[in-house]
């Protein structure tokens, strides 16, 4: 993620309004969350970093099926989730599930994780090397600064075999966890968004996935990553978020049903992501159990 603050003000005037023209839904006189709950004006959904082609397409299919969207382009991962929970977005979708509870903890929110969309996996990559094999001993490895995606760099470089972590690692595992004289690299933390460009000063870097095209990197260069089809890798299942009691709108669970199923924009999604990134379809309930599993075991580390 940049280091650069953007107001949400800042982040909604750069929006990407890509809206359809047609239908808006009605505002619902029923308690919140109805199942017939409904929205005024466009679905508001917020991405981080914005900017993929794919949106388009996933706006005009809900056009579509009468439901129209604004896609709203967002520079920093902080930024979505505050956004929905203020009212200023409807939906985001930018996270996996780990993440949604580092917020929820840290800000004492209730988000849910309205409804999958993929994994992806989280990859290695190197301007020096080609094979993780010959990355030098003492070498430094730069991983996110992000609690959620920090965690499970390490575990990634664990697997790798370039660093062992005490009592095998965990999703909240830090670099203070790494076992020095059983590992052949160092770490240094640096915001998401910066590490493909930080790779000529370092031996290697993690980088996500929103990161590794925009970066100049290619997938197919990684040295590495875990495996989208790992029982350890759900809780990384990115997710449309929504406030709490919008979980039964019938508008917004077709926005997933949609992300999940349009053949259309499916292979407009494909086009752009590659084969990296594995569709997966949870349901609410798995979903909700994940979640507040990943909310426990964050609490827990602070105490």
Known sequence: MSVKKRSLIAASVAALAIAATALTGCASDSAPGADDAQTEGPVRIGVV???????ETFVEEAEKEGIEVEIVDFSEYPQPNPAV??????????QHIIYLATHNVDADDDLVALGST?????????SKYTDV??????????IPNDESNRARALLVLQKLGLLELKDGGSATST???IVADKSRVKVTELAADIIPASLPDVDGGIVNNDFVELGGLDFKDSLGSDSADDAAVEPYTNIFAARAEDKGNETYLKLVDIYQNNETFQAALKDYVGEG?????????????L?????DSYRATKG
């Open 85 to 94: 929970s203020a009212g200023d977005l409807d939906l985001n979708q930018f």
């Open 291 to 295: 979640l507040a599993d990943a909310e």
């Open 118 to 126: 993929v994994v992806y996996p989280l990859n290695l990559f190197s």
């Open 133 to 142: 094999k010959v990355i030098p001993e003492g070498g430094t490895i730069a």
């Open 49 to 55: 970093p914005g900017g993929q082609p794919y949106w």
């Open 277 to 289: 990134a594995v569709s997966v379809k949870l349901s609410q309930d798995d979903l909700a159990k």
């Open 175 to 177: 670099p203070d966890d």
